[in-house]
């Protein structure tokens, strides 16, 4: 993980010396997000968020201009996210990380139908790698300031790294290793909305982001178990799981 931000510095800094020798209809800019707020939610009423997780993201964004008075930009980047996610409790318990290498096999333990407690909270903390197109619009300078929007941003997102907490009834764990149980690839839209001001070597960037990842983000390899004793019913989990992301972003344009 220590590579990948040592790699995208790297890329804002190289990208900010390209810039000096490229035409002034494209522009290079490293972008910051923090903090970022994320909750998890699903369609299935039987699931509710729990609270969200405080994450933070770094990235490297180019900008290019699509009008002569360089007030619309397609933009594109890469950047990283960590501790994305959020809590889902679910009311009735079963077995939701069935693939998972968990610390405990009793967790998910395949021959019992019900090894997480009714009420469990599950918490997901994933790290990611996401590559952003959008367009970019601006209003004109006023006093060295302006307005705009950045919309539509259409996301791609890599999981790269996946851990998960477990709490409910005489369960308190933290950190497990859910890769197995998390989709690899997902797909969200979002928008900013803010100001630039010009420093004069620079132009600095501040605006509220929100962003939807609308593809599901669990695989739904597990099921809840309703009833008690030897009557258990399994209902396999098919929930469609998504993420919302309300956040401040940061940036300097070169």
């Known amino acids: 993980m220590r590579k990948i931000i040592y790699s995208i510095i790297v890329c804002a800094c190289i990208t900010t010396s390209i810039n000096a020798q490229t035409f002034n209809t494209t522009r290079f800019g490293i972008m910051v997000k923090a903090p970022t707020f994320t909750i998890m939610r699903s369609n299935d009423s039987d699931i509710s968020a729990s609270g969200t997780n405080l994450g933070w993201g770094l990235g490297v964004q180019a900008e290019v201009a699509l009008s002569q008075v360089r007030s619309i930009y397609a933009t594109v ?3 990283f996210l960590g501790n994305q996610g959020g809590g889902q409790q679910h009311t009735t318990g079963g077995n939701y990380w069935p693939e998972a290498r968990l610390s405990d096999p009793l967790y998910n333990q395949a021959n019992n139908p019900k090894p997480l407690p ?4 599950l918490r997901y903390h994933l790290s990611v790698l996401e590559f952003p197109i959008g367009l970019k619009f601006y209003t004109s ?23 998960g907490d477990i709490k409910g009834t005489g369960i308190d764990v933290k950190g497990e290793f859910i890769k197995e149980e998390i989709r690899l690839i997902n797909f969200g ?3 900013t909305l803010g100001f630039a001001y010009d420093l004069g070597f620079s132009e600095f960037n501040m605006g509220l982001h929100l962003a939807y990842n609308f593809s599901d983000m669990i695989r739904n390899h597990g099921f809840r178990s309703v009833g008690s004793g030897p009557d258990f019913i399994r209902i396999d989990n098919n929930a469609k799981n998504s993420m919302t992301t309300i956040g401040i972003k940061l940036g300097l344009m070169f």
Not at 118 to 121: A, E, N, Q
Not at 144 to 153: D, G, V
Request: aromatic content about 10%; charged content about 25%.
């Open 118 to 121: 009714d009420g469990v909270v």
């Open 141 to 163: 300078d006023r006093q060295k300031r302006r307005y705009f929007a950045e919309l539509p941003i259409f996301t791609t997102n890599l999981v790269i790294r996946s851990r």
């Open 77 to 79: 980047g890469v950047g």
């Open 189 to 191: 839209l979002g928008t």
